[in-house]
């Protein structure tokens, strides 16, 4: 079988969701069909989260400087890269102006799919999912709008694609995801 990068129109997708939205699993399906290189922002931070003790849901006790960081080294590697899916909340928005990125943004229409999600992911409870979601989210959101001066992250205008997970399985998500990017019509 051919482990060779499937060349597409596009040189790097990015998939971009909320906490629980699917994107994640669109991403790793994306780059096991493609055979692409998938790099997970929300996995460096992850790292750093834990190695500097912050939880999740409290992006205000980390630095801006890492953040800012992080986001020139996604926009960096979205002007530079070729074969790859980037994930993180913010690729799409990073990758506005950026040539040969075809940006997918997820969302997940029925919250409380999303806390299920979180519940079965996490072991949690239910009240533990719904206040982790709340919080991690409008932290997140409080950071972004004090270091980029806008809240227009999620704006559909910004995306070339958004499937909603709670109306389209994973199965029926990355068919979607494939076929707009033009898998389908090499």
Request: one cysteine or more; proline letters at 3%.
């Amino acid at each position: 079988m051919d482990k060779s990068p499937v060349h597409l129109p596009h040189r790097v997708i990015t998939v971009s969701g909320r906490v629980a939205s699917g994107a994640t699993t669109l991403s790793r399906e994306l780059a096991k069909k493609l055979h692409w290189i998938l790099w997970n922002g929300g996995e460096i931070y992850r790292q750093y989260a834990r190695e500097k003790k912050i939880p999740l849901e409290r992006t205000d006790l980390s630095p801006d400087g890492y953040h800012l960081k992080l986001d020139e080294y996604i926009k960096e590697k979205l002007a530079t890269e070729k074969n790859l899916i980037m994930e993180s909340w913010l690729s799409g928005f990073n990758a506005q102006g950026i040539d040969g990125v075809f940006k997918i943004f997820i969302v997940c229409s029925v919250d409380s799919v999303r806390v299920d999600r979180l519940v079965n992911r996490e072991k949690i409870t239910i009240d533990e999912a719904k206040l982790h979601l709340k919080r991690r989210e409008e932290e997140n959101i409080k950071k972004w709008k004090k270091l980029y001066k806008t809240a227009d992250f999620w704006n559909p205008d910004h995306y070339d694609l958004i499937i909603d997970t709670y109306q389209n399985g994973p199965t029926e998500t990355l068919e979607i995801a494939l076929k707009a990017a033009g898998y389908y019509t090499l």
